[in-house]
């Protein structure tokens, strides 16, 4: 295998190497799984709950990411694919008994360097159970038919899923929904006098929120429907932190400070909510783009093979929510 031009794909698809890549995913499926199986979640199949297997303690504080990450790297330079490519279902072959330790054959100079004991057999045990508790997760709902799961799905499915914290949509969207009533609260009561700018500003972002979700397709750039709709809301984003930064004069991030204006602080809570599908918006982007060149014949079902079911919510909930802030500036610019 070439291993520069498999480093370089990885640069080209995410910014990064293939180590740093799986680190990265494997990150999230560990702290997923410790959330529910610590009870602070509804938790997974009581099949994993209650015998998870053999447990391995960390006395050299390498984490069970760092084997997780590794068996991702192996499996993928092994395949010659993309970290996100790897299947589950395929990884655990190398959970499987009398299977070689993955520190038998090739491993990164950066994971030999992150602690004793990363992919030997008793490391690869300890995180089989994490592995498999993703690979057969039980869903409120199943996955349509002919849904590979790779580790990229994975990532995109729990990045939207409510019940984990990291996927929390619903309580952001809650959270600009809580925003606007105690504006418009403040504003009825006289608390809160909105300025001539507060409502200049409203009503040309107003305006520009109800173009962006009525415009259609972008001329001579096919697309999946849920790719163009991502998209809209990732310039929603942009917008909004934009809108806010001006209005507070500082910059974006600081439009959430306890002393920002309501309409300040409707408008950065809102930003964050619309800023939670960037990374799903920019991976499924860019399988698009790899795709391009042959296009699929069938454009729904390619959407269904990689968006996940949460995501498709999600995007739904969010542009009901930028629909409901359109109207929300118009009647701010109103009075």
Known sequence: MDRDGWEREHQGAYGC???????????????????HDGGLGPGVSPRFSGNSGMRVKW????????????????????????????????????????????????VPDAARRTGIGVGSAASVAGISYVLQA????????????????????????LLATPDWDLGDWPAALARVRQAMGRADETRESGTWRPTDRERSVGARLGQDLERSLASPAISGH????????????AAVTTALSGAAGTLSGARPE????????PLVKVLGSAADACARLKASTEEIGRLWEAEESHEPSDRAS????HVPVALTEQIEETEH???ALAGFLWVLAMH
Request: aromatic fraction near 8%.
């Open 17 to 35: 190497g293939a180590w740093e890549r799986a680190g990265h995913q494997a990150r999230l499926l560990v702290a997923w799984y410790d959330e």
């Open 59 to 106: 006395p050299w504080g390498s984490g069970r990411h760092n084997t997780l990450g590794l068996l991702f790297w192996r499996a993928a330079h092994d395949a010659g694919i993309l970290v996100d490519e790897v299947v589950l279902a395929n990884a655990m072959s190398y959970c499987a008994q009398g299977a070689e330790p993955l520190d038998a054959g090739p």
């Open 134 to 157: 993703h690979a057969e997760a039980d869903l409120p709902r199943p996955r349509p038919a002919g849904v590979r799961l790779t580790l990229g799905y994975r990532v995109r499915e």
């Open 222 to 233: 096919p697309a999946p429907s849920w790719l163009e709709r991502a998209v809209r809301l």
């Open 254 to 261: 600081e439009a959430r400070r306890d002393d920002a204006g």
């Open 302 to 305: 390619w959407e269904l093979s």
């Open 321 to 323: 929510l930028v629909r």
